[in-house]
């Protein structure tokens, strides 16, 4: 478990939950890069190893070959500080490895919070993550010809692939994407099992998820100009090549975004016409397109992902993410390796100016051409103004981008998690209430009851998991037929904490595939979203207003 600034509440769920492995022969070793006291204490406390070194050489890769010389174990897993397993990770991976072709098995990630954008815009347990159409349809494709991509969390790898190629890559930042390339081709097999069996945390602010993507996009792109480069290494076939090929080319993406902010912009002041088109054309060539790469997306997606929040993303990140492109390309290794922050937790409303800038230019100048359209376009030489289409279009999208850069209120450490199972609340005079729980975090739950109940001491009974906590109860409202419980667990033993996160987080099939919303109620969501932010950011301004 490499870690570097996690905090230690995070990273004791994830040492808990490797202990709690169905598996007899295993070590844990905590790599701590920082040189914690805390980390050292935690590694005590909870009877698992801790190794650290002098340096901080060569980032994440240098931290893991640091703790390969100096262990022995014929198969090596790496979950990062956020990642915990269910308990039949082992169980369901370790025999892959009867085939000796077979050098690493690569699990999804899943996450245990909502992504920023989702958690931004209220819509937690409706918006899918990015990583969801990822892990479900792009990997098992790679996976088809041979080149999964080693994802650098919830993997499981033979130290005698890792040994041939010299142990994890330090040419790249993406240590994990080219220690797989490198391990394909050397003739093994680098495979995806289509299993949830691990879940982490999503980057908790929009400034965290963009930093994430950025090392993503610098150290894939590095592959240009080292020796494990997909495009030139021995030992990879043709299909392995262009699957790595597409990977490498999507990271250009958001140049083509960030030319479609600029087409409105080319029509009206610099009077080049990108797309000369007719209402005809529109009509029946254009739209009737449009409808089907929609209705494509959605059909071959499975409900992963909706296109209309991925567009938003896409507008928030295309600046940053198309300037970093560039940049690799003139200068690759001119910056290091930049740690996730994690167990980021916010009190009030914060809004992300810095990553507003860029969208204010191009909505102010977006504004301007349609102005600008409205009164200098000649509608009877051609009726349709597609620049101006456009124009409305990507001003709807960005308007809506600077409504989710409002950053929500955040307290991760109590997050709860939504989770259904029959309780029983056990009073101090010994009666008995049944009732359903409905969440549950490692400081509380919220059960929902047939009946009041009066006792403030009580005793949480989850039926059936051999697991009993005491807490107090804090708030008690009827709703609708439902008495709505929601009580605070006094302090736990090591022994509770460890029935509770493994109960969490742990369970077999505990994190099962998310379906986002479709297309249409997506839209819906987002203009519900939209207003409810643009109140939130008018109400803030107001109260700023006031104070001052």
């Known amino acids: 478990i490499p870690t570097y600034n996690e905090p230690a509440f995070i990273l004791k769920r994830t040492i808990i939950g490797c202990q709690a492995l169905n598996y007899p022969h295993k070590n844990i070793y905590i790599l701590d890069d920082t040189q914690r006291s805390e980390i050292y204490e935690l590694a005590e406390k909870l009877n698992c190893h801790y190794l650290t070194r002098e340096d901080r050489k060569n980032a ?8 390969l010389r100096q ?47 989702a958690h931004n815009l209220g819509l937690e347990n409706i918006v899918t993550p990015d990583e969801e159409l990822f892990y479900r349809h792009i990997q098992p494709a790679k996976d088809g010809v041979g080149s999964s991509v080693c994802a650098g969390t919830s993997f499981i790898v033979r ?20 220690t797989g390339i490198a391990i394909s081709a050397k003739g093994y097999e680098v495979i995806y099992l289509n299993e949830k069996l691990s879940a982490g945390l999503s980057a908790e602010s929009l ?15 590095q592959a240009f100009f080292i020796k494990a480069n997909p495009l030139k290494i021995a030992g990879l076939t043709l299909p392995q090549r262009l699957a790595h090929l597409e990977g490498l080319l999507s990271w250009f993406s958001p140049l083509a975004r960030l030319f479609s902010l600029l087409i409105p912009l080319l029509y009206t002041f610099g009077y080049i016409v990108p797309f000369n088109i007719t209402i005809d054309e529109t009509i029946y060539i254009f739209l009737p397109y449009m409808m089907l790469q929609l209705a494509t ?16 993303l896409s507008m928030i990140i295309c600046v940053p993410t198309a300037l970093t492109v560039l940049h690799v390309l ?59 289409i456009l124009a409305i279009y990507n001003v709807v999208i960005i308007m809506t981008a600077l409504v989710a850069l409002l950053e929500a209120p955040l307290t991760l450490e109590t997050q709860y998690q939504m989770l259904e199972s029959p309780v029983n609340l056990i009073t101090e005079s010994d009666i008995i209430i049944q009732g359903n729980l409905k969440k549950l975090s490692e400081i509380g739950a919220e059960i929902h009851l047939g009946e009041p109940i009066y006792s403030e001491k009580l005793l949480l009974d989850i039926l059936g ?46 994190w099962q595939p998310k379906n986002t919303a479709g297309e249409l109620q997506s839209l819906w969501l987002l203009i519900i979203s939209f207003c409810r932010g643009i109140s939130l950011i008018w109400r803030a301004f107001l109260n700023e207003k006031t104070a001052l």
Not at 75 to 98: K, S
Not at 468 to 488: C, D, F, M, P, Y
Request: hydrophobic share 40%; proline share 5%.
């Open 297 to 312: 997306y959605h059909w071959l997606n499975s409900r992963s992902r909706s296109i209309i929040f991925s567009e938003v």
């Open 159 to 178: 130290r005698k692939a890792l040994e041939e190629v010299g142990y994890f890559n330090i040419e790249s930042i993406s240590e994990d994407y080219f």
């Open 71 to 117: 262990t022995q174990g014929e198969l090596v897993v790496v979950f990062d500080a956020d990642f915990i397993p269910c308990r039949n990770f082992l169980e369901r991976t370790v025999g892959w490895f009867q085939n000796p072709k077979i050098a690493l098995v690569q699990t999804p990630q899943s996450f245990y919070n909502a992504d920023p954008i």
């Open 330 to 388: 003139w200068k690759p290794f001119d910056k290091g390796f930049q740690v996730t922050p994690k167990g980021i937790a916010r009190q009030n409303y914060q809004y992300n100016w810095h990553l507003s800038y860029p969208l204010l230019f191009f909505l102010t100048i977006t504004l301007i051409s349609i102005f600008f359209n409205l009164h200098h376009h000649n509608y009877q030489a051609s009726p349709l103004n597609f620049g101006l």
């Open 465 to 510: 998991e051999n697991l009993r906590l005491s807490a107090h109860l804090v708030n008690l409202e009827k709703r609708g037929k439902i008495w709505q419980a929601t009580l605070k667990f006094q302090p736990l033993t090591l022994s509770e904490q460890r029935k509770l996160i493994t109960f969490l987080f742990c369970r077999p099939q505990r």
């Open 60 to 67: 994440k890769a240098g931290n893991l070959n640091h703790a």
């Open 207 to 221: 400034s965290a998820y963009l930093r994430q993507r950025l090392r993503w996009a610098r150290g894939t792109l």
